[in-house]
């Protein structure tokens, strides 16, 4: 059967309330979503400091919903900017968000671990890590692998932390002024048809103030229920992993290898 990933961005103490009201409005469509949650502090709130919120992510993870880790603090650290190429196509892409695009690994690893450690103290163990604006440095791949993370995904694929391995996914975001995925809502539909008539995979990436526009609301809203209804799976990210990535099932008895980025 064909699946289907809803994934919901930037889940946070300061979009507590968007947050919900997504989740709600996706449970009547029976989707299963993967929540990407911010450990760190984001826009003057932390997780930890949170309680009723931690609650919340408890109870819809009790539902089927995953517990995502994204990012650490979702803000690029300008320590790590250079005059480089790459630093300015980041900042054009990530537009500030690209917190782990220029990491070295020591600075990703630590910053994966503190994120990690937040998590757990909340009562999550996320098996995924999803960097903001989907911007990784090579560094931040071999850091996911060594701290134990199962998958990552960019804009384009799904990624197999451990052995490397890739699998091309198309997302597609409602987003307008998005540069890193499918802009509007014509392009998306077109997507959408190459994607239901081949049988592939999907991801449909939500961010909370997709809410604040009817127009994008009901863009997501009609894309879910389409594919939904022609018999695609709601399924988390872990498990659209366990699907695209089927010897990963069994736990890697050899050290891991090398991340071959292409
Ligand atoms: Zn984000």
């Known amino acids: 059967m064909s699946q289907i990933v809803v994934s919901l961005?930037?889940?946070?103490?300061?979009?507590?309330?968007?947050?919900?009201?997504?989740l709600d409005l996706l449970e009547t469509l029976g989707v299963r979503?993967?929540?990407?949650?911010?450990?760190g502090r984001w826009n003057g709130q932390d997780l930890s400091k949170s309680p009723a919120f931690v609650d919340w992510l408890h109870a819809a993870e009790s539902r089927g919903h995953e517990i995502v880790q994204h990012g650490l603090l979702h803000t690029r650290d300008k320590n790590f900017a250079t005059a480089s190429r790459r630093s300015q196509v980041g900042q054009l892409l990530g537009r500030g968000c690209q917190e782990f695009w220029e990491l070295p690994y020591e600075?990703?690893?630590?910053?994966?671990?503190?994120g990690k450690s937040i998590?757990?103290?909340?009562?999550?163990q996320p098996t995924g890590f999803v960097a903001p604006a989907w911007m990784m440095?090579?560094?931040?791949?071999?850091?996911?692998?060594?701290?134990?993370f199962r998958y990552t995904n960019n804009h384009t694929h799904l990624i197999n932390t451990q052995t490397g391995a890739k699998s091309l996914v198309v997302v597609t975001s409602q987003r307008p002024r998005s540069l890193l995925s499918l802009p509007g809502v014509a392009v998306t539909n077109g997507i959408a048809k190459y994607v239901e008539t081949r049988g592939k995979p999907l991801r449909i990436a939500i961010h909370p103030a997709d809410l604040m526009s009817p127009r994008l609301r009901e863009a997501n809203l009609k894309l879910i229920t389409q594919f939904l209804s022609r018999g695609y799976e709601s399924v988390t990210y872990d498990e659209m992993c366990t699907n695209e990535f089927p010897s990963s099932v069994e736990p890697e008895s050899s050290a891991p290898k090398k991340i071959q980025l292409t």
Do not use: N, Y
């Open 137 to 148: 440095s090579e560094g931040t791949l071999d850091a996911l692998r060594d701290t134990g």
């Open 33 to 39: 979503a993967s929540l990407l949650v911010i450990p």
């Open 119 to 124: 998590m757990a103290r909340c009562g999550f």
């Open 107 to 114: 600075e990703a690893f630590k910053r994966l671990i503190q």
């Open 9 to 22: 961005h930037d889940v946070a103490p300061a979009t507590a309330e968007l947050s919900r009201r997504w």
